[in-house]
T-cell receptor, first 116, second 112 residues
Framework: KAGVTQTPRYLIKTRGQQVTLSCSPI?????VSWYQQTPGQGLQFLFE???????NKGNFPGRFSGRQFSNSRSEMNVSTLELGDSALYLC???????????????FGEGSWLTVV | DAKTTQPPSMDCAEGRAANLPCNHS???????VYWYRQIHSQGPQYIIH???NNETNEMASLIITEDRKSSTLILPHATLRDTAVYYC?????????????FGKGTLLTVNP
């Protein structure tokens, strides 16, 4: 079974540009979430999608947005890039079952974004 | 979610068991203990989780104290590839369980 797939793996952008990152969840997983990881702030939750709807959002400015498609694939977009947006962006997926065995979240390898 | 406390770093000799502790004294009855690890430049990898019973899988064992206020992740025979940051996370069974709140974790260094 394929894991969470993220593309691109590495990219370099210039300040003021925008970037779109893509994520394919594990087959059958309907919940997709995004995290940002920086050396200073660690791993921080960005937002979570389920059935093409954003259900939860972390404490990030509106420049960070995302969407989910009917096949559960997701994209996140960062507009007007700033130097501080340089980070590892991680996508994660889960089944989103509320059963008693828990609902494990699995991560992709991430997309390394460098803003220059 | 309950807060967790982990030592910032630990060392282990290759081939020996690595025992990583975690304190979660404010854990509530509906919260699981999850362990992830992150090898440099990669995404976090799920290891194991448990509610109140000890758990074992092909990667590790999880020992949760009877009062559930602390736990220990055990890697039975550590290898150099187990060098990583290990995160202990407390996560609710429902409701707000859509996200994981990561702390700073424990950097485990396995030495030859």
């Amino acid at each position: 079974k394929a894991g969470v797939t993220q593309t691109p793996r590495y990219l370099i952008k210039t300040r003021g540009q925008q970037v779109t990152l893509s994520c394919s969840p594990i087959s059958g997983h309907r919940s997709v979430s995004w995290y940002q990881q920086t050396p200073g702030q660690g791993l921080q939750f960005l937002f979570e999608y389920f059935s093409e709807t954003q259900r939860n959002k972390g404490n990030f400015p509106g420049r960070f947005s995302g969407r989910q498609f009917s096949n559960s694939r997701s994209e996140m977009n960062v507009s007007t890039l700033e130097l501080g947006d340089s980070a590892l962006y991680l996508c994660a997926s889960s089944l989103d079952r509320s059963d008693s065995s828990g609902n494990t979240i699995y991560f992709g390898e991430g997309s390394w974004l460098t803003v220059v | 979610d309950a807060k967790t406390t982990q030592p910032p770093s630990m060392d282990c000799a290759e081939g020996r068991a690595a025992n990583l502790p975690c304190n979660h004294s404010t854990i509530s009855g509906n919260e699981y203990v999850y362990w992830y690890r992150q090898i440099h430049s990669q995404g976090p990898q799920y290891i194991i989780h448990g509610l109140k019973n000890n758990e074992t899988n092909e990667m590790a064992s999880l020992i949760i104290t009877e009062d559930r206020k602390s736990s220990t992740l055990i890697l039975p025979h550590a290898t150099l590839r187990d060098t990583a940051v290990y995160y202990c996370i407390v996560r609710a069974r429902g409701g707000s369980n859509y996200k994981l709140t990561f702390g700073k974790g424990t950097l485990l260094t396995v030495n030859p």
